[in-house]
């Protein structure tokens, strides 16, 4: 692909707009000679004012969403990509996040341009793991564990039954629960189904991905062997 392409691409700029930075001399090598549009270059070596090109196509990130953000492109409010460098909404593909959490839960969300990924990630065939820590209103009836568990809860509105999910319990108001599937609002609605209602909920995990010391609001870029983790179980 001509670099002219492959920078607009990553959000630089449009075509043209990008054009005129080639012309500037802005755009280099890593040994600081000066690139030209239509030249092609390996991405790792290139140099935008001095400083390397964003990650190029098949860019996965890692961010520790908060509260009171969305994962739409378009809401009102604060969406998720105001989080990232601004660039990274103008990509082509465009980055999109992997699943959705809903605006008050927070924690681990996955974003990706790999569309094939994305796909991978969130098939019901691939039953890969979400765990999350939930504080509850009322106390839990100690029966929640096993219905959860059944593979037979049906949800309002629903025609077929959850898959089993696993519930474990940390105090009357407090539990984990880990679930494979990723139906909407599926932990508030397991809970409004016995009764109960959520009152805080946050993503603890993705597969065998975690957080680690990411602070809430905080990204990072994932390698490809991280990212094979989100098919593993959780630890
Ligand atoms: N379940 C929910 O109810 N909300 C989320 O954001 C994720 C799972």
């Not at 607009?8 to 040994?31: C, P």
Request: glycine share 10%; charged share 25%.
């Amino acid at each position: 692909m001509k670099l002219v392409k492959l920078i607009a691409n990553l959000g630089y700029g449009s075509r043209k707009q990008v054009a005129w930075m080639f012309r500037e001399g802005r755009i280099t090598g890593a040994d600081g000679e000066v690139l030209y549009a239509d030249d092609s270059a390996d991405p790792a070596h290139i140099r935008i004012d001095g400083e390397p090109l964003d990650p190029p196509t098949g860019l996965v990130l890692m961010l520790n969403k908060p509260l009171g953000v969305t994962c739409s492109r378009k809401d009102a409010g604060r969406l998720v990509y105001d989080l990232l460098p601004p660039r990274y909404r103008l990509r082509d593909p465009a980055l999109s996040t992997i699943g959705r959490l809903d605006r008050d839960t927070a924690g681990l969300l996955l974003l990706t341009d790999d569309g094939g990924l994305l796909h991978r990630v969130i098939s019901p065939k691939a039953e890969v793991a979400k765990v999350y820590a939930a504080t509850l209103a009322e106390d839990l009836r100690g029966t929640e564990t096993e219905l959860f568990a059944s593979g037979t809860l049906m949800l309002d509105g629903e025609t077929t039954p959850l898959a089993p999910a696993r519930l474990e319990v940390f105090g009357p108001r407090s539990a984990r629960l880990t679930i494979t599937e990723g139906r909407y609002h599926q932990v508030r609605r397991m809970f409004a189904a016995t009764g109960n209602r959520v009152e805080t909920l946050t993503r603890l995990a993705v597969g065998a991905l975690t957080l680690g010391d990411l602070a809430p609001g905080g990204w990072r870029a994932l390698d490809a062997g991280t990212v094979a983790r989100v098919f593993d179980p959780p630890a």
